[in-house]
């Protein structure tokens, strides 16, 4: 479940279920995430009746939800649900063009991205969207899943029973309270067979709280209050113009922003080099405790645009004041979290040799991004990995079915 995240997306909501606590379906995907939206929204045009809940009032997960609206890879791949996400953009930004930012090519609001989403799920007659249900635990007849409970911030329960249902949450919460086998951290090699492995460990990537920034113009002072705890020397060395005691991140204050730049003088703040990382394992914890320590996960973040207003003098550049929540993302970019262990693995091995493999017959998504991580946060030495280049891929169906 953890590869549908790359996959891209849709769904829309309906004023529905307004009394009825008991409902059923084919299909119940549990998030409306990348690879949750791209799933239901499939699942609707084959005309299978399909029930999305999600937990926030956004469709697009780490696209639009989480802020990251600057796309890794991909560039190169013009086909299925991504392609007609592209062009959507193209449309409606009046150009082909979406590279404002170095970092991708493309790049857009997440308010726009969440409007196409929501556009696109209007027009599925089997399709049915539910925001702001939390999921709370599945339904299980022996060792299958039949379909899960949720709850809204009134307290109000709604029990879904589907013959398919679809874990496409951040974290893999829905396959894990299943009872499924999964991994989470660093892998065995004698498991997975892969030589860049560097042995079991819990260590998962840095998660970032992502912000999307304005320039309100020259003489504009948008500087926020200075948040709690806040260190400078967090900051240092983020780039050239900052103060530094080692070696700077060789660009500019400006460049740096312009790493994610967005259309209509946006910027995505997501800067892994002494900027708003974070390092936070809250995978395995509950709702509450996760909420608690992704405070600290805001707080870098916030610390940071007040680095950037004040130390690097840009205080015309706030948080947009027209997107997300107040500019700050609804739910975090986790980078990593439950990986389920499926009928068949995808692992590197046959990313970076699928000829040598049957598995890529059996793709049903493909990618092109390489393998990297980021580790700049954890507060302990992390085992050296070798990153080996990689083709475009596919993610083979079986990697998405619990073993």
Known sequence: MYLLRFLFVIAASLPLFATAQEVSTDVLVIGAGTGGTAAGIQCARMGVRTIITEPTRMMGGMLTAAGVSCTDGNHLLKSGIWEEFRQALYQHYHTTNLATGWVSETCFEPHVGDSIFKSWAAKEKHLQVLFGYHFIHVIKNANRVTGAVFMDSTGKRITIHA?????????????????????????????????????????????????????????????????????????????????????????????????????????????????????????????????????????????????????????????????????????????????????????????????????????????????????????????????????????????????
């Open 163 to 403: 013959s398919i249902t679809i874990d496409a949450t951040e974290l893999g919460d829905v396959l894990a309270k299943a009872g499924a086998a999964y991994r989470l951290g660093m892998d065995d090699p004698k498991e997975t067979r892969e030589a860049q492995a560097p042995g079991k460990n819990d260590i998962i990537q840095d998660l970032t709280w992502t912000a999307i920034l304005k320039d309100y113009g020259k003489g504009a002072d948008k500087t926020i209050p200075m948040p709690a705890g806040y260190q400078a020397e967090r900051y240092f060395c983020s780039c050239t113009d900052a103060p530094c005691n080692g070696k700077a991140y060789p660009v500019t204050a400006q460049k740096m922003l312009d790493y994610a730049k967005l259309p209509n003088n946006k910027f995505m703040l997501n800067w892994p080099a002494h900027g708003n990382d974070s390092y936070l394992n809250v995978a395995e914890a509950n709702d509450s405790v996760r909420a608690v320590r992704y405070e600290a996960a805001k707080n870098q973040t916030l610390g940071f645009i007040y680095f950037i207003q004040t130390t690097l003098g840009c205080k015309n550049i706030g948080l947009a004041d027209d997107e997300l929540d107040a500019g700050m993302a609804l739910i975090p970019y986790n980078r990593e979290g439950r990986r389920l262990k499926g009928i068949t693995g995808l692992t590197i091995n046959e990313v970076a040799n699928p000829y040598a493999y049957a598995l890529y017959r059996t793709g049903i998504a493909v990618g092109d991004y390489p393998v990297d991580h980021h580790h700049g946060q954890y507060p302990g030495k992390v085992p050296a990995i070798a990153f080996p280049k990689i083709p475009s891929f596919s993610i083979p169906l079986g990697s998405l079915v619990p073993a």
